[in-house]
């Protein structure tokens, strides 16, 4: 990681000298690149998670901390993220642990991954496949075989690592028998989720490619994957800060959707059966089910953790399950810990779509990919700073919440490179194309 801070300071140092040189300070300021030096920059903050809180049907206030004071600034914020991620882990996906050792290859078509910890140890491997031209790449982790165009990956240069979450975080299981490498190091009756499982899982890779050398692969990573995968993208983005670009995919309720919203949505997956399907969600959740107004967190909040990183929520807005204007409701709701962090333009929110089927692979998501992926893997250009929401599966931001935004000041918390992208994300709802 040092390499990379240092090819980011000489870069950014050439750039600034070629800007002033030829006036073009705007076009330098388009660079979105934000990146943590570690899985968790909060590591070190003294979270004490009370042993109960107050109700509230609208989304919790992302800003006030658990003493109930509000954060003012951007280094109270990092704490702040932490008793997020500590109260998200405890009541809705279960505990993300740090093993004690990893090891692993990365060649140009496998990676491999080893763990240990409490004296087990444990593999999996995922598939690689590298675009044209010369590396190393960046890379997105793409969970499962569908929905991800992963040919757009491929062509706007980055590689695409093909994961098998259920390797890691089985589906099909009852919650006293959870299979996958996770439950093989922390036992089939391990309490977190399997959402959380898989997202330790892509935090291994990342690990194994930090460790490889950056011959193959750099250490600009991004995460997608649709439907269930895209519940899985948004966790795991959530939960590991050197996730560059998170870009989860039609992820419904117990992804992106604000379980609150979720609750009330007509047609929308009920809590109940995010949770009972497949056990995805950890086992403390199913005392919210009935109950989201008694959670102390809601996944605007996830959509918080992740800024000011780059972000990119793709919603459907035509099938009733996938209860996209809960997804709109988180959007809009994180949108705000983005701008209090100057970085409005790093989280993007799309539904406005033509096709209604689930996980198409759909051209209205072409160039905000591209320019995703340029932004935040390459550190090119602006990335797309948009939140459209199809007219149908529209929210209102002013409905699900009193508080306000504080200015917290740019910067990565705990980050190494501050996010010079300052505009706030164009709002629209236009009409279907
Ligand atoms: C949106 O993701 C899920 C949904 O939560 C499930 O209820 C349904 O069975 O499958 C969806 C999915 O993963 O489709 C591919």
């Not at 810990?337 to 096709?355: F, I, M, Q, R």
């Not at 689930?358 to 948009?386: E, M, Y």
Request: proline fraction near 7%; include cysteine.
């Amino acid at each position: 990681r040092h390499r990379r801070r240092l090819r980011f300071a000489l870069v950014a140092l050439a750039a600034a000298a070629l800007a002033s040189a030829l006036a073009l300070s705007t076009r330098f300021s388009a660079e979105a690149q934000v990146q943590a030096a570690s899985e968790w920059d909060g590591a070190n903050c003294d979270v004490r998670i009370p042993g109960s809180w107050a109700s509230n049907s609208l989304l919790p206030d992302p800003f006030t901390r658990i003493d109930g004071t509000r954060v003012t600034s951007r280094d109270q914020w990092e704490c702040r993220r932490s008793e997020i991620k500590e109260l998200a882990e405890h009541t809705v996906y279960g505990d993300k642990p740090r093993p004690d050792s990893v090891s692993g290859t990365v060649t140009s078509s496998r990676i491999t991954v080893n763990v240990s910890d409490n004296g087990r140890s444990t593999s999996f491997s995922a598939s690689v496949r590298l675009p044209s031209g010369t590396g190393p790449f960046p890379a997105v982790i793409v969970y499962g075989g569908f929905g991800a165009d992963t040919s757009t990956i491929l062509s706007s240069g980055a590689a695409v690592i093909d994961f098998d979450p259920g390797a890691v975080g089985a589906e099909g299981t009852g919650r006293n028998d959870k299979q996958g490498a996770f439950y093989t190091l922390y036992g089939a009756g391990s309490s977190t989720g399997v959402l959380m499982a898989q997202a330790w899982g892509v935090s291994r890779i990342i690990d194994v490619i930090e460790q490889s050398g950056g011959s193959i692969l750099n250490d600009s990573t991004g995460v997608t994957g649709c439907s269930r995968y895209g519940k899985g993208a948004f966790v795991a983005g959530a939960f590991d800060q050197r996730i560059e670009l998170t870009m989860p995919i039609e992820s419904g309720s117990g992804g992106v959707g604000a379980m609150r919203s979720i609750a009330q949505e007509s047609g929308a997956q009920p809590l109940s059966s995010a949770y009972g399907e497949q056990p995805w969600l950890g086992d403390a959740f199913g005392a919210y089910t009935g109950n989201p107004a008694a959670l102390p967190v809601d996944t605007h909040e996830l959509v918080g953790m992740i800024a000011p990183r780059g972000l990119f929520i793709m919603d459907n807005p035509h099938v009733e399950w996938l209860g996209a204007r809960s997804g709109a409701v988180a959007a809009l709701g994180g949108a705000e810990v983005y701008k209090a962090l100057g970085a409005g333009a790093n989280v993007s929110y799309h539904s406005n779509v033509a096709d209604g089927t689930h996980c198409a692979v759909r051209s209205d998501w072409r160039t905000p990919l591209q320019q995703s992926i340029n932004a935040f893997l390459k550190g090119s250009g602006n990335p797309p700073g948009v939140i459209t929401m199809h007219p149908s599966k529209s929210a209102n931001l002013s409905q699900w919440r009193t508080w306000t935004t504080p200015t917290l000041g740019t910067g990565d918390p705990g980050g190494t490179t501050p996010p010079e992208t300052t505009s706030p994300p164009t709002e629209t709802t236009s009409p279907p194309p």
